[in-house]
């Protein structure tokens, strides 16, 4: 069974070619409520909190580490992370971008820049305040 029967493929496609509307973008979202429990997570909302807590301190940046296939994903210049059923949402503040680093085989072997990242709680390894990435 697809995960989007119906028009599917063709918002895959579109998704894949970075041109989706926003009328697309929601459809896609609305499948991935169907398919999410309406219980919401207690220790997804604690771990919001207590991360709200430490950000009260004052600007911190966060960081997540998450797995994807055979590679580790690191993202970094985050200013807010919250969660919202299973998937956790990272931004960087008003006007910046978040970085990536790709490891595979423990080389790095990509970059990328972002203005979001929406990850499967799942996949996440790590959630790092304030970290110092120094290249390999």
Do not use: H, W, Y
């Not at 008003?94 to 996949?123: H, T």
């Amino acid at each position: 069974m697809q995960p989007f029967p119906g028009k599917s493929n063709i918002i895959l496609a579109k998704i894949k070619k970075g041109v989706v509307s926003q009328p697309d973008l929601n459809t896609v979202f609305d499948k991935i409520k169907e398919g999410s429990s309406d219980k919401k997570n207690p220790a997804l909302e604690g771990l919001g909190s207590a991360l709200n807590e430490m950000q009260n301190d004052g600007e911190k940046e966060i960081g997540i580490e998450f797995e994807c296939g055979d590679c580790c994903k690191k993202v970094i210049n985050g200013s807010k992370l919250f969660f919202i059923m299973n998937f956790a949402v990272l931004l960087p503040a008003r006007g910046d971008c978040l970085f990536m680093k790709v490891f595979s085989g423990g080389k790095l072997v990509d970059k990328q820049i972002m203005r979001a990242i929406i990850v499967p709680v799942e996949r996440i390894c790590a959630i790092e305040i304030q970290p110092v990435q120094e290249d390999p």
